[in-house]
């Protein structure tokens, strides 16, 4: 099996760098690419024979161009879409909006204002859904 793909979507560079940060700590072999806004995530999601559907997609709720909502929207029934594990996180995130990016396929939704060790297991988590179990 090749490096997993990980894409993070979120208009905060230090989010990103953040994020990025963490899944080194459980994984320096992985291959990650960032965007900053919807229309650039978009268009990293179109189907390409260069870029790889991502493992994993990082997504910020309040992403500038087209929200999370919109996003898991637009690839919830698409292949090969459906079996990318979501997460998405944002300032705005309450139990509603949890509950609507869960029905849309998202593997959790939580809240900016999270704990760094929480964090890391969510996206410790995440990493371990993607892991084959030999």
Same mark, same amino acid.
């Given at each position: 099996?090749?490096?997993?793909?990980?894409?993070? *979507? +979120?208009?905060? !560079?230090?989010?990103?760098?953040?994020?990025?940060?963490?899944i !080194?700590?459980?994984?320096?072999?992985?291959?990650? +690419?960032?965007?900053?806004? #919807?229309?650039?995530?978009?268009?990293?999601?179109?189907?390409s024979?260069?870029?790889?559907?991502?493992?994993?997609?990082?997504? %910020? !709720?309040?992403?500038? #161009?087209?929200?999370?909502?919109?996003?898991?929207?637009?690839?919830?029934?698409?292949?090969? !879409?459906?079996?990318?594990?979501?997460?998405?996180?944002? *300032?705005?995130?309450? #139990? +509603?909006?949890?509950?609507?990016?869960?029905?849309? #396929?998202?593997?959790q939704?939580?809240?900016k204002?999270? %704990?760094?060790?929480?964090?890391k297991?969510?996206?410790? +988590?995440?990493?371990?859904?993607?892991?084959?179990?030999?």
């Amino acid at each position: 099996m090749g490096a997993m793909n990980i894409l993070i *979507a +979120d208009s905060n !560079y230090q989010d990103r760098a953040l994020f990025k940060e963490i899944i !080194y700590q459980f994984d320096r072999h992985v291959i990650v +690419d960032t965007v900053s806004n #919807g229309p650039e995530l978009f268009h990293r999601l179109a189907p390409s024979a260069s870029r790889p559907v991502p493992d994993l997609l990082v997504l %910020q !709720y309040e992403l500038p #161009g087209a929200d999370a909502l919109q996003v898991l929207e637009r690839i919830y029934l698409l292949e090969p !879409y459906t079996s990318v594990v979501k997460l998405v996180w944002g *300032a705005l995130v309450n #139990g +509603d909006i949890v509950e609507r990016c869960r029905k849309l #396929g998202a593997l959790q939704c939580f809240s900016k204002v999270i %704990q760094p060790s929480a964090m890391k297991r969510l996206i410790k +988590d995440a990493l371990q859904t993607l892991t084959p179990v030999c």
